[in-house]
């Protein structure tokens, strides 16, 4: 929790819902949990919007409430992650339109944008979407509904906590089993409300959410299957994919290190699929080169029934963090920088001397290389003095390393910063233009009118000079920016997204 | 003058330091270099170029839906525009600006069950406040008898005429009677009730003051309540 994190926060909300409950977000921010009056005090807002903004936020479950002190009045605290994670959306939805079809991509996006929802409503919102974008005239709602049961059972969707008893503050509960239990609807009182007439689907009361850790866990195994597809080739990727599958029978999602899975079951499975002759003629020697792999994705934990082999996820997390930082470090510094820095890596405590003969760079320029890193917090120093007295300076040792937490930490600090700027930059272009662009949307539904009143394409093209050539290159440029920036916002995320788990693996 | 000696006694300049300079790099007769006395710039320049985007079909994809997403909840309720503040001038301009803050966004569904009872719509109604609303419908009360007195003490006086005329009024005039008995006392009641709430408004009961021109600005927050319309309550 920094300053940049908490600018990064209040803009996207901002962006999303307006200045109010930006500055209802920003007042949750500063402090742990807040009850209502205070925020209304704090803030300076009226009252009536500052209750809007609340209900909004837990509607989306930004915040959260508890009773605090005082019986029946509920202290809000702001859920900051979660806000963040308002700029992944797009991926979620990317991930369900490739993996599970376009049904499975409309549902969830009518969940995220009402934060939650029950079951009926979402499946006839979906319907009347789909509709409209594939303009045929019926949907049909059961496979929207077996789609809705799908993702459930996969756990992707997830069962709101609801309120035991009437209080003034109520106490959301949910019983473990219940959480991932599908809905059960009415399928002709769904119809019936389709059809515009009054129904009942058999839902009232539950609502569901997006299960957003689930999402994660499928972005880090596309992630590291990925990654093993490069360094390795394809049929690696597939196989880890494989162990992947044999780990989640055994394993806990979100486990440091899987649990063993036997050799022979990873072989059946890999035979079953036939799509992959090679894969399954090397098997073995895949696991061998992924095992001795510096990488540390898979090792064996033992020899029984073939061989015995884990994931661990945590090793993997901290490499792919190095890879990451050790990008940035080259791209920034040059590639001598990065020699440096995985100098520093491999030898773990090092001399600034040592690092000029291993690193066989000029000594001047090493020198200026290794103190640019350690000035930005790259390198850190250790002090090894010989002996505790101050006035004997020649006893004393500098010793350069890194502590990848703390470098992770920055870096993720760094991106926070850039995608602040990136936003912030963003909106100014867009506002800066926002005369030539709404000008340019007029000339566009003024000649769509005319297109359909049937006029000639000389008083089409009269009306298309209205906008200047200049303007017309202008405008270009502005879009090409603003999209680039955008662009470059949704692969920041991905550079979050590693160093947060790799963080969240380190706790 | 302590640190002057002490200074004095350690030399000078490069042999201030705690560790010898030799170290960093620099050779015996190197000069050091100056003090940085100037913050960095705020937009240092960039050595490399980054490396451009990776550009294709996904990311195009991800944008548009992230600006359908951004586009959706700014026309849906979940945007909540401020109060327009009145400028100081009217401008031309404003009539638009105007049509748009107040674009209808129709109303968020909340199922009241699941949020704290003091951000429902229906529980306005402290125990203070009530308790103040009865107060002034009181005064209320009260205002409108004084102006009634003088029509009261006219019909007294009839009355009292009419029972010196004929002893055997009749039943009517006790009919009458016992109504304003019962009248009296619910009056008396009312005024014993005010004795208790508070002697000062009694006292203020001849002027006019009372009358509802002093607006302690308690009422402030209550009056924009009423004008904002929440939602239906599921």
């Known amino acids: 929790m920094s300053l940049q994190f908490e600018k990064l926060c209040s803009l996207i909300l901002l962006e999303h819902f307006g200045e109010i409950i930006q500055k209802v977000g920003n007042d949750l921010y500063k402090c742990q949990s807040k009850p209502l009056n205070l925020i209304v005090g704090s803030t300076k807002l009226p009252f009536q919007k500052v209750k809007q903004a609340l209900r909004i936020m837990i509607q989306y479950g930004f915040v959260t409430f508890a009773e605090g002190q005082f019986p029946d009045k509920a202290e809000y605290t702001l859920l900051a992650d979660k806000v963040i994670l308002l700029l992944r959306y797009p991926r979620y939805l990317l991930l369900m339109k490739t993996q599970y079809g376009d049904e499975a991509e409309m549902l969830v996006e009518e969940i995220l944008r009402r934060g939650q929802d029950t079951a009926s409503s979402v499946i006839i919102r979906a319907a009347t979407r789909l509709k409209e974008s594939l303009k045929v005239e019926k949907v049909c709602l059961v496979t929207l509904h077996d789609k809705f049961s799908v993702l459930v059972n996969k756990q992707f969707l997830m069962r709101c906590p609801s309120p035991d008893e009437e209080k003034g503050v109520p106490v959301l509960t949910i019983k ?4 991932y239990l599908p809905p059960e609807l009415n399928l002709k009182g769904l119809a019936d409300i389709e059809e515009g007439k009054p129904g009942d689907p058999g839902d009232g009361g539950i609502y569901w959410r997006v299960n957003f850790d689930r999402f994660h866990q499928d972005f880090r195994d596309q992630i590291m299957v990925s990654a093993i597809s490069r360094r390795c080739d394809d049929n690696a990727g597939e196989l880890l994919k494989e162990l ?7 394993t806990e999602a979100w486990a440091a290190t899987s649990n063993p899975v036997p050799f022979t079951e990873l072989r059946e499975a890999v035979r079953k699929q036939s799509s992959r002759p090679l894969l399954g003629q090397y098997i073995e020697q895949y696991l061998k080169v992924m095992e001795e792999d510096s990488s540390g994705f898979v090792s064996k934990v033992g020899d029984s029934s073939g061989g015995q082999y884990s994931i661990n996820m945590k090793t993997a997390f901290v490499q792919l963090t190095w890879a990451t930082i050790e990008n940035i470090v080259m791209e920034r510094f040059g590639s001598k920088g990065a020699r440096i820095f995985r100098l520093v890596r491999a030898k773990k405590f090092v001399e600034q001397e040592q690092i000029q003969q291993v690193a066989m760079i000029p000594a001047k320029e090493a020198k200026l290389l290794t103190y640019r890193l350690l000035e930005e917090n790259f390198l850190h120093i250790q002090e090894l003095r010989k002996s505790l007295a101050n006035n004997v300076p020649n006893k004393t040792f500098f010793l350069f390393h890194i502590d990848l937490n703390q ?6 600090e760094m991106c926070y910063k850039a995608l602040y700027n990136a936003m912030v930059r963003r909106e100014h272009e867009r ?15 003024i000649t769509l009118t005319m297109r359909e009143q049937g006029a000639t394409a000389e008083q089409l093209a009269e009306i298309e000079e209205m906008l200047t050539p200049p303007e017309q290159a202008l405008l270009e440029k502005v879009r090409t920016m603003i999209n680039k920036l955008s662009e470059a916002e949704l692969q920041l995320d991905e550079t979050m997204f590693i160093l947060q788990l790799y963080l969240s693996y380190q706790v | 003058m302590a640190g002057r000696g002490r200074g004095g006694g350690r030399g000078r300049g490069r042999a201030a330091m705690s560790f010898s300079v030799e170290q960093l790099g620099f050779s015996p007769g190197e000069a050091l270099p100056g003090p940085v006395l100037q913050p960095p710039p705020i937009y240092p320049p960039m050595e490399n170029r980054p490396i451009p985007l990776q550009t294709g079909v996904e990311g195009e994809y991800m944008m548009a839906l992230k600006r359908d997403f951004v586009e959706f909840l700014r026309d849906s ?5 401020p109060v327009a503040t009145k400028a100081d001038i009217e401008r031309y301009s404003d009539r638009y600006q105007v049509a748009l803050a107040n674009k209808n966004h129709g109303d968020l569904k909340f199922d009241w069950t699941r949020f704290p009872s003091e951000l429902r719509p229906q529980a306005r109604l402290t125990g203070k406040r009530k308790r103040r609303t009865k107060a002034t419908e009181r005064e209320a009360k009260l ?3 004084s102006l009634d007195i003088v029509n009261r003490l006219d019909e007294l006086e009839k009355k009292e005429e009419q029972q010196s005329d004929g002893e055997g009024g009749g039943e009517e005039a006790e009919g009458k009677e016992e109504e304003e008995e019962k009248e009296g006392e619910e009056e008396e009641g009312a005024m014993d009730d005010l004795e ?5 408004e009694e006292m203020d009961e001849g002027t006019d003051y009372i009358n509802s021109y002093f607006d302690n600005g308690e009422n402030y927050l209550d009056e924009e ?4 319309d929440d939602g239906p309550i599921y």
């Open chain 2, 225 to 228: 309540d009423d004008n904002l």
């Open chain 1, 431 to 445: 506002s800066e233009n926002r005369r030539m662009v709404e000008k340019q949307q007029r000339i566009e539904s």
């Open chain 1, 244 to 250: 992947l599958k044999q780990m989640y029978l055994r």
């Open chain 1, 407 to 412: 470098v992770a930490r920055m870096v993720l």
């Open chain 2, 77 to 81: 309720p979940a945007f909540v525009t």
């Open chain 1, 176 to 179: 473990e089993k219940l959480l």
């Open chain 2, 143 to 145: 205002t409108k008898k």
């Open chain 2, 196 to 200: 208790e709430e508070d002697l000062d």
